[in-house]
């Protein structure tokens, strides 16, 4: 991570412009809770201490930096402007990128405050997977957690919605990618570029 400040100098010198603001152009719901509405999800999550919301802490495959840190007004720098969306909607959704380091991702998160995910392994962008992928420990749910970043078409063709939360059983896989579909391509008419974001639970801590 690296940070920038101020130049403490001495002797008169031109103010920095100020730093340009990332446009996020999609209409973010306020709330959790009208994000859930708006994908005609249910509100009931399938663990109490695990919300919806936190199951994609979407956000969460980037690699970003502070560029103040004296600014209270967080801004980031990204190595691309799809990186710097994801962490901007997040932070719509009150899920706000804290700190990041080579071990870990600090995460305040507005219900539960601030979580502290460890960063396991990290599989970057390549032409023959045509997605990124990050490895963590949760730290609610004390399990590792892989989430996974890429193309409609290529993250649509592994999608497995069988089971979710406790073995219960999930939506028919049919229909969560007929919904998740006209969403994309909403988004496509209106000139949006769109990515899926999915994750899997690959090892529980207690095993």
Known sequence: MSTQSPD???GRKEKP??????????KFPSTPAQLSDSLETPAASPS??????????????HRLSYESLNNPEICYEAESPDEA???YAARAYQCTLKAR???QVQIDF???GTLTFQLLHILPFDSTRKRMSVVVKHPLINQVVVYTKGADTTIMNLLDVGL????????????????????????ARQ???TLCISMRVIMSQNA
Not at 167 to 178: F, L
Request: charged share 30%; proline share 14%; hydrophobic share 25%.
């Open 101 to 103: 380091s080579p071990e």
């Open 48 to 61: 109490p201490q695990m919300p919806d919301i936190l199951r994609l802490p979407g956000n969460r495959p």
């Open 85 to 87: 969306a994801l962490v």
């Open 110 to 112: 507005a219900p539960l």
């Open 164 to 187: 979710t939360g406790k073995d219960k059983p999930g939506p028919p896989k049919k229909t969560v990618e007929d919904r998740t579909q006209r969403h994309l391509n909403d988004y």
């Open 191 to 193: 000139g949006l570029r």
């Open 8 to 10: 403490s100098s001495a």
């Open 17 to 26: 412009e100020k730093s340009r603001k990332l446009s996020v152009h999609v």
